[in-house]
Structures are given as structure tokens and as C-alpha cells.
């Protein structure tokens, strides 16, 4: 970096946040392929589009309650409590959005009420592992650029 202390850091935040939004973005569109994908294998009807509605739908609680990451949780201004309540509506708004993933592709995708649950845990545990492959590869990249680095 250009050793600017605070303006190094303000411009690796910049660029994490456009990392974090870009690779959500794709997370979008690779889980509504997913769940295109699998929706004919538990007797529903695969569509696209319906397919991103219900992934769109599910994430939107996720994504109001990550306004709260905005809060400083380090530093003088700020504590511990405040940082596990931050952390705490984001893991409700995640459950919450599991079960909104559950009843949207029990609608949108025509999935039988029998079958959803199912259909959910296998669209989950297909997210989780996308998840780690792509958070694996990206620490993977920065422990190879830190390791290469003059500066680390």
C-alpha cells in the first residue's frame, strides 16, 4: 500500500466490500441455478426465474440486518456486548431467511409440501459447500500473496 495508515485501510475496506459484494452476487445467481437444477428431482418445476425470486426473497433479511455491520465494534467507541448483538440479529436474520428459502421454494418452485423440507436441506448444504470452496480459494489467494510479499 502507499503507507497512509488510515487511508490504506480505508481502501482495503473499499476493496473487501466490492470483494463481499460481487461474490454475493454470484452466490445469488449460482444458488438459483442450484435450485433450478434440483427442483425437477423432487417433483417440482424447474424455472429460472421463480428460482431467483425465492433466493432474492430469502437473502433480503440477511441483507437489511448487514447494515448493522456498519456499527464500529473495535475501538474506543465501542464493546463486546455491541459486537455479540450485531452478530446475534445477523444469525436470526439468517435462520429467518432459511425459513423463507423453505417456504419460497415450496411456492415458486411447485416443490410438493412433502418434499420441501427435503429440497431445503439439500439447497442448503449444496450453499454451505459453494461457500466454503469459494471463501477456501479466496483465503487461499491472500496466504499466497501474504507469503510472496515483501511487505507481510
Not at 442450484?34 to 433479511?61: D, E, R, W
Request: hydrophobic share 65%.
Amino acid at each position: 500500500m502507499t503507507g497512509g495508515g488510515a487511508a490504506d485501510a480505508f481502501l482495503l475496506g473499499l476493496i473487501w466490500a466490492a470483494a463481499g459484494y460481487f461474490i454475493g452476487l454470484a452466490m445469488i445467481f449460482v444458488v438459483a441455478l442450484i435450485i433450478n437444477a434440483l427442483a425437477p428431482q423432487f417433483q417440482g418445476q424447474a424455472n429460472i426465474v421463480q428460482a431467483l425470486k425465492a433466493v432474492v426473497y430469502a437473502m433480503t433479511p440477511v441483507w437489511l440486518a448487514s447494515i448493522f455491520k456498519i456499527i464500529p465494534t473495535r475501538g474506543i467507541y465501542s464493546s463486546f456486548v455491541l459486537a455479540a448483538v450485531v452478530e446475534i440479529i445477523i444469525l436470526a436474520a439468517s435462520i429467518y431467511a432459511l425459513a423463507l428459502l423453505c417456504l419460497g421454494v415450496s411456492r415458486l418452485m411447485k416443490v410438493p409440501d412433502e418434499k420441501k423440507t427435503a429440497f431445503t436441506v439439500v439447497v442448503i448444504v449444496c450453499l454451505f459447500a459453494l461457500a466454503a470452496l469459494i471463501y477456501g480459494a479466496i483465503v487461499g489467494v491472500f496466504m499466497f500473496i501474504m507469503s510472496t510479499s515483501p511487505y507481510y
